[in-house]
């Protein structure tokens, strides 16, 4: 019998077993290893050098558990952490895309909002995905 995939999903608090609820609902043999990272919650009002720092901590955990990847179940995991790690770790790692992105993309050319936590306002790669993703539509 084939073993099941066994994947890692992180995020700064519990809100990620929503995630990992909806995962389940698609593939209950899925063998997943939950990291909820309470010692260090909120990440929201961090500096993004020191969420990266802690989101790699929490990676090389889960590598440890011999996960087949990642999910970072936090968006300002996501936006501080996952371009960087991808590079350093050998298994995918995945984030939670922002919700501007399916807003801009089903109404092309209207005004999208939302709501970021201070921490996502300075980051470049939120700012600059909203752009390209305007653009590309």
């Not at 996960?67 to 970072?72: Q, R």
Request: hydrophobic share 35%; aromatic share 6%; glycine share 6%.
């Amino acid at each position: 019998m084939k073993e099941p995939l066994k994947i890692g999903l992180m995020d700064s608090g519990m809100g990620g077993l929503s995630v990992l609820k909806e995962i389940l609902k698609y593939d209950a043999e899925l063998e997943v290893v939950y990291y909820g990272d309470l010692k260090n919650s909120p990440y929201g009002e961090k500096e993004a050098s020191e969420i990266l720092e802690l989101v790699r901590d929490v990676c090389k955990r889960l590598q440890e558990e011999n996960v087949s990847a990642i999910l970072l179940a936090c968006n300002t995991a996501t936006s501080a952490a996952a371009q960087t790690l991808r590079k350093e770790f050998s298994i995918p790692i995945f984030g939670m895309e922002p919700a501007i992105k399916p807003a801009i993309l089903q109404n092309p050319g209207k005004k999208s909002r939302s709501w970021r936590l201070r921490s996502h306002k300075e980051r470049k790669n939120y700012k600059g995905s909203k752009r390209n993703w305007e653009r590309k539509n």
